[in-house]
């Protein structure tokens, strides 16, 4: 008899143990009725829990861990409001492909489907928005559902998945010991590249007279930076970012004619409208960076490589496809020796243009102070070697322009959902996952009022980042669009009331500086990156300040306004 209790453990300390077998080293989230027996159960756990002031923070939290270290970050909300307040969370993971497992609670398994008290249908709710989802209806079946849960979250195309979990499943008794042999024969993502492909690849690359590599975030999810700067520097090809790649291929690389798209560099949207071979690492082709498909590289001959078939054809129609890995696939490049064809011209002409046509800003004035020169003068500051993270916006955009980044894994930000909110929560996730790198924020002052109650975990876990605050006084894209297309009507997007935000960091025990004078700028942000400890820096920016170049929506990547 004793035997039978040893092996016997309630559903909570089994899920536990399995969080610990999955070497999960901290958990984001927010406790309530449902989830009270798996808090219970955490009391007496070695791994961390990180409590939010919002389940929409603990899962923004969760996400910059994730994109910061590479591993999934780990979510435990309670029902009803709980699950629905994370699922903003959810789809803009999904839409970023963040390795990331949610648990949801539910009410008792007795009343789902009877409106009982904080009930909602979260397996219906977050099915469009999630890997997989699994509602436990046995105890005995958590150990398999978390370990299938953690391995579909972080192979193929990575993404997150939402385990609902009565309260009754978490208090039942189950064995503990149960061994799970993982056998998903419906989901077995394609990793290696298919050699006959990749040779197809290599054989175009060798008649292109203008070839040219777009760089999606697929290379960092695969680790693959090494890989592709290896191939870009041997056949000395140029590489464009999307905003999700930036990173990969570092700043300084001469052949880097930096981020494509709506603000994407002239070089760059040039050379896709210019090339005749575009080698798409990693991308989706989103409307951001293709927002006239039937004009995009028309000249090309286009291979897409991407581990999720899905993406292949579905914008750009595609002649060499390659459903894989991008490391794996940069690997068979790098193998296969071919004599590329002279491409000096195209090569003097791209460098041509990424000098005349640089990324810039009016550096004379000194009337006002520039959000470029913040975002320029930090990068030098830190050498480019911070974790950047950012909110959503002008800043977003500049942010992407102007600081020289250099590593992989290196900008957090919201990408395919375009999350306000997301940058606070975001920033916390990837200082507690990296620790020994120093975390700078960009964030507007729309998007920090969203989720600035985050502040609050700051001093209390001791997470010493650096929040810059570029104060427009408005939701500065949002005006941009409106000054640009819609007759200067600024509907509703410049706030005429703000609260002092130096002191809000102040009542959170958190020092805080503002900065309006263009004359002390440098010096004044020279001395606050000393600090240690956790700080807010609002800077008062230009508010009429527009992102630029821009490509209007609809419009081909040629047709970009701002550019001399």
């Known amino acids: 008899m004793a035997e039978e209790q040893r092996k016997m453990k309630n559903g909570s300390r089994i899920l536990i143990d399995a969080l610990q077998k999955q070497e999960v080293e901290m958990i984001f989230g927010y406790p309530g009725g449902a989830v009270l027996p798996l808090y219970d159960a955490l009391y007496d756990r070695d791994i961390p829990h990180i409590l939010t002031r919002h389940e929409q923070g603990a899962v923004h939290a969760a996400e910059g861990y994730a994109k910061a270290t590479g591993k999934p970050g780990v979510v435990i909300v309670t ?212 927002s006239a498909p039937k004009e995009f590289a028309s000249n090309a001959v286009i291979a897409h490589v991407d581990i999720d078939p899905a993406e292949i054809g579905k914008i750009i129609e595609t002649q060499i496809p390659i459903v894989a890995d991008a490391k794996e696939t940069l690997k068979e490049m790098l193998k296969i020796e071919v004599e590329s064809a002279d491409c000096t011209e195209w090569r003097k002409l791209n460098l041509s243009r990424k000098k005349l046509h640089p990324f810039k800003y009016d550096r004379e004035q000194k009337a006002e102070i520039k959000p470029q020169k913040v975002i320029e003068f930090i990068g030098e500051l830190t050498n480019g070697e911070a974790i950047v993270a950012t909110d959503v916006g002008q800043h977003q955009m500049w942010a992407a322009q102007f600081y020289p980044f250099k590593n992989e894994k290196q900008l957090i930000t919201s990408g395919g959902l375009g999350t306000m909110g997301y940058g606070v929560p975001a920033a916390i996730g990837a200082k507690l996952g990296c620790p020994d790198k120093e975390v700078v924020l960009f964030v507007g002052d729309g998007g920090f009022q969203m989720t600035n109650q985050e502040l609050a975990i700051l001093t209390i876990y001791n997470i010493p980042i650096k929040i810059v605050i570029l104060n427009n006084q408005s939701l500065g894209m949002v005006r941009q669009w409106q000054e640009s297309f819609f007759n200067e009507r600024r509907s509703e997007s410049v706030f005429t009331s703000q609260p002092d935000f130096v002191k809000m960091a102040e009542a959170y025990h958190i020092k805080g500086l503002r900065i309006e004078d263009p004359e002390t700028l440098e010096a004044e942000l020279t001395e606050a990156f000393k600090e240690t400890g956790p700080l807010l820096i609002e800077v008062m920016v230009s508010p009429t300040e527009h992102v630029l170049p821009m490509v209007p929506a609809g419009k081909a990547n040629y047709q970009m306004l701002g550019v001399d």
């Open 79 to 290: 029902s009803g409001p709980g699950a629905t307040n994370a699922i903003t969370g959810i789809a803009d993971a999904m839409s970023d492909s963040i390795p990331m497992v949610v648990f949801t609670g539910q009410v008792v398994t007795d009343g789902i489907g009877k409106d009982a008290f904080q009930e909602a249908d979260v397996i219906g709710l977050t099915m469009p928005i999630t890997k997989n989802n699994y509602q436990v209806r046995e105890t005995k079946e958590l150990p398999r559902i978390i370990e299938e849960a953690f391995h579909i979250a972080t192979t193929g195309r990575k993404g997150p998945v939402v385990i609902d979990l009565p309260k009754d499943m978490t208090i039942m008794e189950a064995d503990a010991e149960i061994e799970v042999n993982l056998n998903l024969p419906s989901y077995q993502p394609t990793v290696k590249p298919n050699k006959l492909q990749v040779k197809k690849l290599m054989e175009a690359l060798a008649v292109a007279k203008k070839p040219l590599i777009l760089v999606g975030a697929g290379v960092l999810h695969a680790d693959a930076g090494k890989e592709l700067v290896e191939f870009i520097n041997k056949y000395q090809v140029p590489a464009l970012c999307t905003l999700l790649g930036l990173g990969a291929v570092p700043t300084e690389n001469e052949l880097f004619l930096g981020m494509g798209g709506m603000h994407g560099s002239f070089a760059a949207n040039m050379a896709l409208t210019d090339c005749d071979l575009l080698i798409n690492l990693g991308s989706r082709f989103d409307d951001r960076l293709a």
